[in-house]
């Protein structure tokens, strides 16, 4: 499984759009881009997942360069209730799901 | 979406005693679910992998005769913490891949349940 390196902490405001960048050197060939989000004591819930270029869907959008060594996870004019951990995940195996230490997004009024 | 359930949402016993969690896919079948376990201000940690109908693949590290999984039915999963310490508070997850979902590496998750040992 490829490591993740993600910051450990955004700060932002509502109505701002957040970019939350995730490095993933050794990324395989077959690895896939995969963002989940959590709030405080449920379950991580999967955001939106990309294998190059941009993909988008109605919560977000990911932003993968050529090289794949890195993607881009963006938030649209986020609200207070976007606050969360966001993490990157990378990886081709259906079953284990490795998780970093995310990134912690606050959202301020 | 595919939904998981897991119950209880939160509980607490005394130390010594057994506590089963309950993992269940509510509108899917699922022939292989996940438990993970999240200290406060920490990451997930995947402990097992749980297999409907054999054993359970432990990850390194996790002591298989203290968390007993059984995965007894395509919908249900059960995590049982034998002879719980308070070092075994935790939150503990459980995730189900549904079959038809074509992404990769999406996996539907539980609630959670909060597991405080006294």
């Known amino acids: 499984l490829a490591k993740t390196t993600q910051p450990i902490s955004m700060d932002s405001y509502e109505g701002q759009e957040v970019n939350i960048t995730c490095s993933h050197n050794?990324?395989?060939?077959?690895?896939?881009i995969t963002w989940y989000q959590q709030f405080p004591s449920q379950g991580p819930r999967f955001i939106i997942q990309g294998y190059k270029t941009k993909v988008t869907n109605e919560v977000a959008s990911l932003f993968i360069p050529a090289d794949r060594k890195s993607s881009t996870l963006s938030l649209p004019r986020v609200s207070l209730s976007d606050t969360a951990v966001y993490y990157c995940l990378v990886g081709y195996n259906d079953y284990k799901l490795s998780f970093g230490a995310g990134t912690t997004v606050t959202v301020r009024a | 979406g595919a939904v998981v359930s897991q119950h209880p949402s939160w509980v607490i016993c005394k130390s010594g005693t057994s506590v089963k969690i309950e993992c269940r896919s509510l509108d899917f079948q699922a022939t292989t679910m996940f438990w993970y376990r999240q200290f406060p201000k920490q990451s997930l940690m995947l402990m097992a992998t749980s297999n409907e109908g054999s054993k359970a693949t432990y990850e390194q590290g996790v002591e298989k005769d203290k968390f007993l999984i059984n995965h007894a039915s395509l919908t249900l999963s059960t995590l049982t913490v034998t002879s719980a310490h308070p070092e075994d508070s935790s939150f503990y997850i459980c995730s189900a891949r549904e079959p038809s979902v074509e992404a990769y590496n999406e996996q539907f998750f539980g609630p959670g349940t909060r597991l405080t040992v006294l």
């Open positions: 050794n990324i395989a060939t077959n690895d896939y």
